[in-house]
T-cell receptor, first 108, second 113 residues
Framework: KNEVEQSPQNLTAQEGEFITINCSYSVGISALHWLQQHPGGGIVSLFMLSSGKKKHGRLIATINIQEKHSSLHITASHPRDSAVYICAVHQGAQKLVFGQGTRLTINP | IAGITQAPTSQILAAGRRMTLRCTQDMRHNAMYWYRQDLGLGLRLIHYSNTAGTTGKGEVPDGYSVSRANTDDFPLTLASAVPSQTSVYFC????????????FGPGTRLTVL
């Protein structure tokens, strides 16, 4: 079993839909990151959180430390949100453990 | 230079050849990282450096070496490339440790034949 599991692996939705991507982890962590990988390959950090909730524009990230679970939500989704979304957990020292990613496609 | 850059963008290499992937950042970040990304496996840490003059091994260090002579540069060397090293390589940096926000380079697509 991977230490970081994301679901779903692939998600296709229509423009305007509310999107939820889930991340579960099996180890103790000090922080969790959400990253976005564009179709061209570039990787951008979206959020880093260790508790509660963070919001940036139409993106919201939440984490429940007790349940070892985080969610990334996108409100009013748009085709430009189409990308791979990656969850990564920081276990300490220099180790970031990455999930395999969720490929999101938003159709117009 | 703005942010973090990598060179080359892509490379096809014969097995057994030596190759250095270059990474440069202008953000004066202390920590730098090399990852490889393979289909179905996600990103995996190869080597890291907490600060200039220090390096450490990540999850998949075999066949790779790094150096950190100064703050800005963190080259990754494949001494004798093998086909299993075909991958997309990303360099990243952060101000503090791995728990801080990491900034990624554009990646190098390497094919070893």
């Amino acid at each position: 079993k991977n230490e970081v599991e994301q679901s779903p692996q692939n998600l296709t939705a229509q423009e305007g839909e509310f999107i939820t991507i889930n991340c579960s982890y099996s180890v103790g962590i000090s922080a969790l990151h959400w990253l976005q990988q564009h179709p061209g390959g570039g990787i951008v950090s979206l959020f880093m959180l260790s508790s509660g909730k963070k919001k940036h524009g139409r993106l919201i990230a939440t984490i429940n430390i007790q349940e070892k679970h985080s969610s990334l939500h996108i409100t009013a989704s748009h085709p430009r949100d189409s990308a791979v979304y990656i969850c990564a957990v920081h276990q300490g020292a220099q180790k970031l453990v990455f999930g395999q990613g969720t490929r999101l496609t938003i159709n117009p | 230079i703005a942010g973090i850059t990598q060179a080359p963008t892509s490379q096809i290499l014969a097995a057994g050849r030596r190759m250095t992937l270059r990474c440069t950042q202008d953000m004066r970040h202390n920590a730098m990282y090399w990852y490889r990304q393979d289909l179905g496996l996600g990103l995996r840490l190869i080597h890291y450096s907490n600060t200039a003059g220090t390096t450490g091994k990540g999850e998949v260090p075999d066949g790779y070496s790094v150096s950190r002579a100064n703050t800005d540069d963190f080259p990754l060397t494949l001494a004798s490339a093998v086909p299993s090293q075909t991958s997309v390589y990303f360099c990243a940096s952060s101000q503090g440790g791995a728990g801080d926000t990491q900034y990624f380079g554009p990646g190098t697509r390497l094919t070893v034949l």
